[in-house]
């Protein structure tokens, strides 16, 4: 196991943030995942860092304060209250922050405490934030196996967490002889993908599948088309997402018409949403639906100003890596991965042209989306149709039964 830590650990510090010589580092993981951080700690001062702090989490201390701390005490814990972040931003560290599932554990505590506390997670470091918008500081989100996760993936293996830590090395190219090659070889063909959608320049798409989606959504004008691989304002490249098979933009925020409904299930602050509808007129939710918790749902929608607004539009092949091993992860990191996916709230700066320089009042005119929040949820399906319509007015079929279309774009 070592050996595939020390390759995973080598994904992370050279393609996730791409770590600087000298340049602070901020990790946070699970406590449980100690050994794997001793390995990933080990190399980043092996490549120069000499300033690491590490923020580890703890779901059952979490779930012990949930229970007993009421909200203003909440507020003050170091698992929310996350200023320290606003200070490794100042000095422009990298921020690898590895994930778990933990939904199980938080399924009995009370929606208003796990939304106030998710409220509390995101305000706490604005500086952070601001820099991340802005394309100043790399960041990295990937995930490691626990035992709770693991659990949820594979309930009745008595090596679950074996095969979850399998999972990650495969969906994140780690069992290959040489992963750093090929994630360029893999950062090259969602370029190359992303570049399509660029020259198509587009301004609007149809979605639509046999679940009952039928959703338009405008783009903003000199829109652009990301995919994982991002360079920040000092030329450095990093990659967000490790896995990650998605190329998206961001939409137009008054653009959004239509009726969509969630392919998988969406784990939010310790809950589980599933069978999630949701209705759109000129760009807002006017309403929404869910199987299960549907007041989680609300409580997203209603957390921030414009959260009721969508901020992101990603799509995934059907036929991908994470999608192939037929398994719900429970993880958005993992999950939205598997198939196209939207996201209330906050929009991405970077993918409008010179976005990242444009004051706020412009990119609002541009129908730039800004909120506090940010939830992914996942709607592709294997029937999938999306039909894109460019600025000339010629309509060209992006996705057909849930893949990108290869005679239109590959």
Same mark, same amino acid.
């Given at each position: 196991?070592?050996?595939?830590?020390?390759?995973?650990?080598?994904?992370?510090?050279?393609?996730?943030?791409?770590?600087?010589?000298?340049?602070?580092?901020?990790?946070?993981?699970?406590?449980?995942?100690?050994?794997?951080?001793?390995?990933?700690?080990?190399?980043?001062?092996?490549?120069?860092?000499?300033?690491?702090?590490?923020?580890?989490?703890?779901?059952?201390?979490?779930?012990?304060?949930?229970?007993?701390?009421?909200?203003?005490?909440?507020?003050?814990?170091?698992?929310?209250?996350?200023?320290?972040?606003?200070?490794?931003?100042?000095?422009?560290?990298?921020?690898?922050?590895?994930?778990?599932?933990?939904?199980?554990?938080?399924?009995?505590?009370?929606?208003?405490?796990?939304?106030?506390?998710?409220?509390?997670?995101?305000?706490?470091?604005?500086?952070?934030?601001?820099?991340?918008?802005?394309?100043?500081?790399?960041?990295?989100?990937?995930?490691?196996?626990?035992?709770?996760?693991?659990?949820?993936?594979?309930?009745?293996?008595?090596?679950?967490?074996?095969?979850?830590?399998?999972?990650?090395?495969?969906?994140?190219?780690?069992?290959?002889?040489?992963?750093?090659?090929?994630?360029?070889?893999?950062?090259?063909?969602?370029?190359?993908?992303?570049?399509?959608?660029?020259?198509?320049?587009?301004?609007?798409?149809?979605?639509?599948?046999?679940?009952?989606?039928?959703? $338009?959504?405008? !783009?903003? +004008?000199? /829109?652009?088309?990301? #995919?994982?691989?991002?360079?920040?304002?000092?030329?450095? &490249? =990093?990659?967000?997402?490790?896995?990650?098979?998605?190329?998206?933009?961001?939409?137009?925020?008054?653009?959004?018409?239509?009726?969509?409904?969630?392919?998988?299930?969406?784990?939010?602050?310790?809950?589980?949403?599933?069978?999630?509808?949701?209705?759109?007129?000129?760009?807002?939710?006017?309403?929404?639906?869910?199987?299960?918790?549907?007041?989680?749902?609300?409580?997203?929608?209603?957390?921030?100003?414009?959260?009721?607004?969508?901020? $992101?539009?990603? !799509?995934? +092949?059907? /036929?991908?890596?994470? #999608?192939?091993?037929?398994?719900?992860?429970?993880?958005? &990191? =993992?999950?939205?991965?598997?198939?196209?996916?939207?996201?209330?709230?906050?929009?991405?700066?970077?993918?409008?042209?010179?976005?990242?320089?444009?004051?706020?009042?412009?990119?609002?005119?541009?129908?730039?989306?800004?909120?506090?929040?940010?939830?992914?949820?996942?709607?592709?399906?294997?029937?999938?149709?999306?039909?894109?319509?460019?600025?000339?007015?010629?309509?060209?079929?992006?996705?057909?039964?849930?893949?990108?279309?290869?005679?239109?774009?590959?």
């Amino acid at each position: 196991m070592k050996e595939l830590y020390e390759k995973y650990a080598i994904v992370l510090l050279k393609k996730g943030v791409n770590l600087q010589n000298g340049q602070p580092l901020l990790i946070s993981a699970p406590i449980e995942t100690y050994e794997f951080v001793r390995v990933l700690a080990d190399l980043a001062c092996q490549m120069g860092t000499n300033d690491i702090y590490f923020d580890f989490d703890d779901d059952y201390l979490k779930l012990s304060e949930l229970k007993y701390f009421d909200i203003q005490a909440l507020n003050k814990s170091q698992f929310y209250d996350k200023k320290i972040y606003d200070e490794y931003a100042k000095k422009n560290a990298a921020f690898l922050m590895l994930y778990a599932d933990a939904s199980d554990l938080m399924q009995d505590i009370d929606e208003e405490k796990l939304s106030n506390t998710a409220k509390t997670f995101r305000t706490s470091r604005p500086i952070y934030k601001e820099k991340q918008e802005n394309s100043e500081i790399a960041w990295c989100i990937a995930g490691v196996a626990t035992k709770t996760w693991a659990k949820k993936v594979f309930p009745n293996d008595h090596n679950a967490i074996d095969k979850l830590w399998n999972k990650i090395f495969e969906c994140c190219l780690i069992n290959e002889e040489n992963p750093i090659e090929k994630w360029d070889n893999k950062l090259e063909l969602l370029n190359k993908k992303s570049h399509i959608l660029n020259s198509l320049k587009l301004k609007k798409l149809h979605y639509i599948n046999n679940l009952g989606t039928d959703l $338009e959504i405008i !783009l903003p +004008d000199n /829109n652009i088309w990301v #995919s994982a691989g991002e360079n920040l304002t000092n030329g450095n &490249l =990093y990659v967000a997402n490790i896995p990650s098979e998605e190329i998206f933009t961001t939409p137009n925020k008054f653009g959004t018409n239509g009726v969509v409904y969630s392919s998988k299930p969406l784990v939010y602050n310790g809950g589980v949403i599933e069978g999630i509808k949701l209705v759109f007129k000129d760009g807002k939710v006017v309403k929404s639906s869910a199987k299960t918790n549907k007041k989680l749902l609300n409580s997203i929608i209603e957390s921030h100003e414009n959260m009721n607004y969508l901020g $992101e539009v990603a !799509l995934v +092949d059907h /036929n991908s890596p994470i #999608s192939n091993s037929g398994l719900i992860f429970y993880e958005t &990191l =993992y999950d939205e991965n598997a198939a196209c996916h939207l996201a209330l709230g906050n929009g991405f700066k970077e993918c409008i042209k010179d976005g990242i320089d444009l004051p706020e009042t412009e990119l609002e005119k541009l129908g730039y989306n800004k909120s506090d929040g940010h939830v992914d949820f996942m709607i592709g399906t294997s029937d999938l149709k999306i039909i894109g319509t460019t600025y000339d007015n010629k309509e060209i079929t992006i996705f057909e039964n849930g893949n990108f279309c290869q005679n239109n774009l590959l």
